[in-house]
């Protein structure tokens, strides 16, 4: 099976911060990684799909990049409403999530 | 609007069952793969079960595998899960959701809580 690695596992940042998540597969996932936002007492919301594919609907502070196994999401410019844990997907697998706080 | 609408859950004691269902609405059920995905409380998301559009082919995540059995009725736009020999560790809010190429979970309900304990 393949294993999905999330770094940190939780990130302080400000208002206005531009922050990286990563995310790393045990083996080559070509661009099939997604990243979702969850909120608490929420379910999840795709964010991106693809690797770099920005879901309709989420603002474009929102970026993925990567492919084979190690990919990132950035925010570029963090918003009060961007405080949420982060998850990124392949097939099966989620990784075990990046909280970010304020 | 899409919606998908899980209900059936609750309290159980360990060895018992209890069975999901989640019903869709505002998009054409029929035409895609969906899934059960769970999340055990202030824990992270675990891929649970998945349907092919007519059914045909199911799979799950190992750790339920011949306990959890998961079915649809595209007739009424409808995804079950049945759950059988609980234990502690499935307790868990249960989330249907339905993917779209590269199994990308698009669409999600509000969830249903599963609580196994004596």
């Known amino acids: 099976d393949i294993q999905m690695t999330q770094s940190p596992s939780s990130l302080s940042a400000s208002v206005g911060d531009r922050v990286t998540i990563t995310c790393r597969a045990s083996q080559s996932i070509d661009s099939y990684l997604n990243w979702y936002q969850q909120k608490p007492g929420k379910a999840p919301n795709l964010l991106i799909y693809?690797?770099?594919s920005l879901q309709t609907g989420v603002p474009s502070r929102f970026s993925g990049s990567g492919s084979g196994t190690d990919f990132t999401l950035t925010i570029s410019s963090l918003q009060p409403e961007d405080f949420a844990t982060y998850y990124c997907q392949q097939r099966g697998t989620f990784g075990q999530g990046t909280k970010l706080e304020i | 609007e899409v919606q998908l609408v899980e209900s059936g859950g609750g309290l159980v004691q360990p060895g018992g069952s209890l069975r999901l269902s989640c019903t869709a609405s505002g998009f054409t059920f029929s035409n895609y793969w969906v899934s059960w995905v769970r999340q055990p409380p202030g824990k992270g998301l675990e891929w649970v079960a998945q349907?092919?559009?007519?059914?045909?082919?199911?799979y799950y995540v190992g750790s339920v595998r011949g306990r959890f059995t998961i079915s649809r009725d595209n007739a009424k736009n409808s995804l079950y899960l049945q759950m059988n020999s609980l234990r502690a560790e499935d307790t868990a809010m249960y989330y249907c959701a339905s993917e779209e190429t590269g199994t990308r979970f698009v669409y999600w309900g509000q969830g249903t809580l599963v609580t196994v304990s004596s």
């Open positions: 693809a690797a770099s």
């Open positions: 349907i092919k559009q007519d059914g045909s082919e199911k």
